[in-house]
């Protein structure tokens, strides 16, 4: 399943086929916002220290100007997300500029406020965030060069090909050089090298061509501009008071005035992957075994890692793919309904429709008409570069949220979208709030609401109900086998999604050098994920940058942390829909009782810290990998045993 990115974090707010062509080409103009009554507005001096002053400055002086920003931004960052030129580049420089004297402007005012002997917490923390510039913090010039290198990075990404033809051999020439050939010969990320990854033929020389290639064109293609892009969000996390960037990035999920530090926090996110260590290291020695019987020639040793090219997804994140041989009852039907969805003619717009009415059965909220109107579906074919990367955007006017998504027909973009009308639901139910509340509890928590629903859908018993899974079985052969297809998607994503930022908090603080950044990834591939690459690298190389989420400067502990806590919420939904049985049958489908439990964190949006919206839900103020693993406790214990028997131990 594509991990698909919330919102984007500009210095003010967050944000993140019939369609594209009723929208035409992007115009590439930012909307200014006139922020001068925010300046006017005078202060009574006498009130500066209650909490309750402070919110109603928020509610009335605040709020209006914010929203407007807002909107301007996010219609910035559309428009060049989805028709990628020079001029609707300049527009997000623009829109970043202003949106950096907004932030600078709010800052200062918030600074008048002395709210340090207020109880009101959640106030306090406010306001002290109000006053962080973040980028706003560095000089124009400054944060142009960040804007354009950011906007670079993403568009090297976007626009690379290759030379690659599926059904022909590798050439010496394309190893050499893979973009010496004719245009019509090249091939894109997505969906073409995507799918190829995902094939079972499992041609392992051609997969260690396209693994290398796209490093080449990509990743390897954005080294210089990273380093120049580490010094500078280094320097506007330090003039905004902290340390690095990477201790700013997990500032969203610490709270000083809650006792909840950033030491804390990293104690956390280390106790999780000791919880799930464990069941990964099975996974791993059980799919090992099953790659050294089909590829005997690749010499694999049965207690080494794996080279990433034979994992069937570029970055060895999601291992689905494989599920052809390595399906723990091969006997038994694949719980891949892709030709069974094609064999109905199951259309892209059909597919939002049916994320949208699994919605509405939970008494979940509809989605508004310019949904359907102004989102794009389908990769356009009128000749425009877009980033396909699937995302959910909030524009933060009265029901206009899109969803940009490059969409084809088939099980793995089902779920995805799922996941990003999860996005969709979560802007609906916070709609109300005022702007600085205006988010999820915290990123992972957005990332957790789609995937929560998903994993309802995902079910035999939901797709049997779908019409989509014929002579669907529950017994334990059939259960064990979602279950393992169910883990190459949940467990497999674990560890990486937890070294995206590992890394990345190493390389803002410093122990990870700039002369050391494709080794210092690769250090931690070998000792979380047990992947070593498909070929000898070097420090010409930048794996990392072959990523969407690095080039885009996206934060990426949100989703280790919506992996976790997203088996946290379905348990507690499950609960409340009074199913009765193992978790991972359940299927909260049309269960009213859900959707309120559900709709009842939704709705506080980022009003109160995420324990206590962790609470409203699960009735605990943690995260916790228990329900994880209680969802998969079966699958276990037939792993280990098989593992034994085929004298394979966990571990690389």
């Given at each position: 399943?594509?991990?698909?990115?919330?919102?984007?974090?500009?210095?003010?707010?967050?944000?993140?086929?019939?369609?594209?062509?009723?929208?035409?080409?992007?115009?590439?103009?930012?909307?200014?916002?006139?922020?001068?009554?925010?300046?006017?507005?005078?202060?009574?001096?006498?009130?500066?220290?209650?909490?309750?002053?402070?919110?109603?400055?928020?509610?009335?002086?605040?709020?209006?100007?914010?929203?407007?920003?807002?909107?301007?931004?996010?219609?910035?960052?559309?428009?060049?997300?989805?028709?990628?030129?020079?001029?609707?580049?300049?527009?997000?420089?623009?829109?970043?500029?202003?949106?950096?004297?907004?932030?600078?402007?709010?800052?200062?005012?918030?600074?008048?406020?002395?709210?340090?002997?207020?109880?009101?917490?959640?106030?306090?923390?406010?306001?002290?965030?109000?006053?962080?510039?973040?980028?706003?913090?560095?000089?124009?010039?400054?944060?142009?060069?960040?804007?354009?290198?950011?906007?670079?990075?993403?568009?090297?990404?976007?626009?690379?090909?290759?030379?690659?033809?599926?059904?022909?051999?590798?050439?010496?020439?394309?190893?050499?050089?893979?973009?010496?050939?004719?245009?019509?010969?090249?091939?894109?990320?997505?969906?073409?090298?995507?799918?190829?990854?995902?094939?079972?033929?499992?041609?392992?020389?051609?997969?260690?061509?396209?693994?290398?290639?796209?490093?080449?064109?990509?990743?390897?293609?954005?080294?210089?501009?990273?380093?120049?892009?580490?010094?500078?969000?280094?320097?506007?996390?330090?003039?905004?008071?902290?340390?690095?960037?990477?201790?700013?990035?997990?500032?969203?999920?610490?709270?000083?005035?809650?006792?909840?530090?950033?030491?804390?926090?990293?104690?956390?996110?280390?106790?999780?992957?000791?919880?799930?260590?464990?069941?990964?290291?099975?996974?791993?020695?059980?799919?090992?075994?099953?790659?050294?019987?089909?590829?005997?020639?690749?010499?694999?040793?049965?207690?080494?890692?794996?080279?990433?090219?034979?994992?069937?997804?570029?970055?060895?994140?999601?291992?689905?793919?494989?599920?052809?041989?390595?399906?723990?009852?091969?006997?038994?039907?694949?719980?891949?309904?892709?030709?069974?969805?094609?064999?109905?003619?199951?259309?892209?717009?059909?597919?939002?429709?049916?994320?949208?009415?699994?919605?509405?059965?939970?008494?979940?909220?509809?989605?508004?008409?310019?949904?359907?109107?102004?989102?794009?579906?389908?990769?356009?074919?009128?000749?425009?570069?877009?980033?396909?990367?699937?995302?959910?955007?909030?524009?933060?006017?009265?029901?206009?949220?899109?969803?940009?998504?490059?969409?084809?027909?088939?099980?793995?973009?089902?779920?995805?979208?799922?996941?990003?009308?999860?996005?969709?639901?979560?802007?609906?139910?916070?709609?109300?709030?005022?702007?600085?509340?205006?988010?999820?509890?915290?990123?992972?928590?957005?990332?957790?609401?789609?995937?929560?629903?998903?994993?309802?859908?995902?079910?035999?018993?939901?797709?049997?109900?779908?019409?989509?899974?014929?002579?669907?079985?529950?017994?334990?052969?059939?259960?064990?086998?979602?279950?393992?297809?169910?883990?190459?998607?949940?467990?497999?994503?674990?560890?990486?999604?937890?070294?995206?930022?590992?890394?990345?908090?190493?390389?803002?603080?410093?122990?990870?050098?700039?002369?050391?950044?494709?080794?210092?990834?690769?250090?931690?591939?070998?000792?979380?994920?047990?992947?070593?690459?498909?070929?000898?690298?070097?420090?010409?190389?930048?794996?990392?940058?072959?990523?969407?989420?690095?080039?885009?400067?996206?934060?990426?502990?949100?989703?280790?942390?919506?992996?976790?806590?997203?088996?946290?919420?379905?348990?507690?939904?499950?609960?409340?829909?009074?199913?009765?049985?193992?978790?991972?049958?359940?299927?909260?489908?049309?269960?009213?009782?859900?959707?309120?439990?559900?709709?009842?964190?939704?709705?506080?949006?980022?009003?109160?810290?995420?324990p206590v919206a962790m609470e409203k839900i699960t009735g605990s103020r943690v995260m916790d990998a228990a329900?994880?693993?209680?969802?998969?406790?079966?699958?276990?214990?037939?792993?280990?045993?098989?593992?034994?028997?085929?004298?394979?131990?966990?571990?690389?």
């Open positions: 399943m594509a991990r698909g990115c919330c919102w984007r974090n500009t210095s003010v707010v967050f944000f993140l086929g019939i369609v594209c062509l009723l929208l035409g080409p992007a115009k590439g103009k930012f909307t200014p916002v006139d922020i001068s009554p925010l300046e006017r507005y005078q202060l009574d001096e006498t009130k500066l220290t209650s909490a309750e002053y402070f919110r109603s400055w928020l509610t009335n002086v605040y709020n209006p100007i914010g929203q407007k920003m807002a909107q301007s931004a996010v219609q910035a960052s559309w428009d060049y997300n989805t028709n990628i030129t020079a001029v609707n580049e300049a527009a997000t420089i623009e829109s970043s500029q202003a949106s950096a004297n907004l932030t600078r402007l709010v800052a200062k005012i918030a600074a008048k406020f002395d709210l340090s002997q207020s109880r009101n917490t959640r106030m306090k923390t406010t306001q002290k965030k109000m006053k962080e510039l973040g980028d706003a913090s560095l000089d124009p010039a400054e944060l142009t060069e960040l804007v354009k290198i950011v906007n670079g990075m993403e568009s090297v990404y976007s626009t690379a090909k290759i030379c690659f033809d599926p059904n022909a051999h590798v050439n010496k020439a394309s190893l050499e050089n893979p973009t010496n050939c004719a245009e019509s010969k090249k091939l894109p990320f997505d969906p073409d090298l995507i799918n190829f990854m995902k094939n079972s033929t499992w041609d392992a020389k051609k997969r260690r061509y396209v693994w290398k290639a796209w490093r080449d064109v990509s990743g390897k293609k954005v080294r210089k501009d990273y380093i120049r892009y580490i010094q500078l969000k280094n320097k506007a996390a330090k003039l905004t008071g902290y340390n690095d960037n990477g201790q700013y990035w997990r500032s969203e999920y610490t709270d000083e005035n809650a006792g909840y530090t950033d030491s804390d926090f990293l104690k956390d996110l280390d106790d999780l992957w000791l919880q799930i260590k464990p069941l990964y290291g099975e996974m791993h020695a059980y799919v090992r075994r099953k790659l050294i019987n089909k590829l005997p020639h690749e010499h694999l040793s049965p207690t080494g890692p794996i080279p990433g090219h034979l994992i069937g997804d570029m970055f060895s994140q999601e291992w689905t793919s494989m599920l052809d041989f390595t399906q723990l009852f091969p006997a038994k039907p694949l719980l891949d309904v892709t030709d069974e969805m094609k064999r109905q003619n199951y259309t892209v717009d059909k597919m939002f429709h049916l994320s949208e009415q699994f919605q509405i059965e939970l008494g979940l909220k509809p989605m508004p008409e310019t949904f359907w109107e102004k989102s794009l579906f389908v990769k356009p074919k009128d000749g425009r570069e877009v980033v396909c990367h699937a995302s959910a955007w909030d524009f933060y006017r009265t029901g206009d949220v899109r969803i940009k998504m490059c969409t084809e027909v088939n099980m793995d973009d089902l779920i995805t979208i799922h996941h990003e009308m999860g996005h969709i639901q979560y802007f609906l139910q916070y709609a109300d709030q005022m702007m600085v509340f205006r988010g999820g509890a915290n990123s992972g928590f957005h990332e957790a609401v789609g995937d929560t629903l998903a994993l309802s859908v995902k079910t035999p018993k939901h797709l049997s109900w779908l019409g989509l899974l014929k002579n669907n079985k529950n017994d334990r052969e059939s259960d064990l086998n979602y279950m393992f297809s169910t883990a190459l998607d949940k467990i497999a994503f674990l560890p990486f999604a937890y070294i995206m930022d590992r890394y990345r908090y190493d390389v803002f603080s410093g122990k990870i050098g700039t002369n050391e950044l494709n080794s210092g990834w690769w250090n931690y591939a070998l000792e979380y994920q047990g992947i070593i690459p498909a070929v000898p690298r070097t420090e010409d190389d930048f794996d990392p940058g072959a990523k969407y989420h690095i080039d885009a400067d996206v934060e990426y502990m949100r989703y280790f942390i919506s992996f976790v806590i997203q088996f946290q919420f379905h348990k507690a939904l499950c609960d409340a829909s009074g199913h009765a049985g193992p978790l991972y049958q359940c299927d909260i489908n049309q269960s009213k009782k859900a959707g309120e439990l559900l709709s009842s964190m939704l709705s506080l949006g980022g009003s109160q810290p995420w329900p994880l693993l209680e969802f998969f406790q079966p699958m276990t214990d037939y792993l280990k045993a098989e593992n034994r028997k085929n004298g394979d131990v966990a571990g690389w």
